[in-house]
């Protein structure tokens, strides 16, 4: 049975690109006779406001794209993560790293050529990777604030079918995957306890997701998502990665630019058929 979902996060009210992200996933798993979970990644507790998770849920119901229940808050499984993380420890895989941002900016700024990511930022140079045990002991015991990093090349060494990880992409079929690319990603950090990547995985496998229908920026990161899947023995879905909606000045619709919400969408009187019948 097809299961897809639909995950945003309750930062701000959602725009029409949500709306179409939404009714794909939707879509895909209601003409299969499918399952469509609707699932809120509320982890970063600086940006989540409870008005926005009541709105996401008003929004879906308002366009008619109904889910099954029960709906996943990440919030409330902060202890399933953390056990991930703690597995990952065991295993040697990750390092906490007590680099500010600045101190990171300040030593990729000396450093000529420092390589970049999929996202174009400059990977994170490996400060911390090679501190000695008993000093991470010690800076932790004295209350040091750090970040729990993956530590990429102890993970491609670990993981089983890394020479040979790929992803099914709907319409394209089998995709190489480069996870190296991301470096020493960060997986939880303490205003953060675990990081978009590791929830994700996390919850696809846990809920049972055989189709991850998002949106063509996010495609990048499944190379990185595939690999936290093989580490972890999680099943991997088959993805579908749609086109971008933007404004008319070509960018894509996000919250940071203000994109027109589907409230004010419904304020002006625009109904909801008339915003479906743009995706059909």
């Known amino acids: 049975m097809i299961v897809t979902r639909f995950a945003p996060s309750p930062t701000g009210y959602l725009h029409l690109g949500h709306a179409f992200s939404a009714f794909n996933a939707w879509r895909r798993a209601r003409a299969a006779g499918g399952r469509f979970l609707l699932r809120l ?19 879906l119901d308002w366009l008619g794209l109904n889910w099954d229940e029960p709906i996943r808050v990440q919030s409330q499984h902060l202890k399933e993560y953390q056990t991930v993380l703690d597995g990952l420890a065991e295993r040697g ?3 906490s790293c007590f680099c500010t941002r600045a101190d990171i900016a300040r030593e990729i700024a000396a450093s000529a050529g420092a390589p970049h990511g999929p996202d174009g930022a400059a990977l994170y140079p490996g400060t911390c990777r090679s501190l000695a045990s008993s ?3 010690e800076r932790i015991a004295a209350g040091a604030r750090f970040a729990l990093r993956l530590d ?17 992409e709907e319409g394209e079929g089998c995709i190489a995957c480069r996870p190296e690319r991301f470096g020493d990603v960060v997986l ?33 990161a499944t190379d990185l998502h595939r690999l936290l899947q093989d580490l972890m023995g999680w099943p991997p879905p088959r993805y579908a990665h749609h086109r971008l909606l933007t404004d008319t000045a070509g960018r894509r619709l996000a919250k940071r630019d203000k994109a027109v919400t589907l409230d004010a969408l419904r304020a002006e009187g625009v109904s909801a058929r008339a915003i479906i019948e743009q995706f059909e």
């Open 152 to 168: 990429m090349q102890a993970a491609l060494r670990s993981a089983p079918s890394y020479r040979a990880l790929s992803y099914d």
């Open 41 to 59: 990644e509320d982890i970063d507790p600086g940006r989540f406001r409870p008005e926005y998770g009541a709105a996401i849920q008003r929004d």
């Open 93 to 95: 895989l990750v390092y």
């Open 135 to 137: 000093e991470r002991a």
């Open 188 to 220: 939880a950090r303490k205003d953060a306890p675990a990081s978009y990547h590791l929830c994700v995985t996390h919850d696809d496998a846990v809920q049972g997701v055989t189709l991850v229908s998002r949106g063509a920026d996010l495609k990048p």
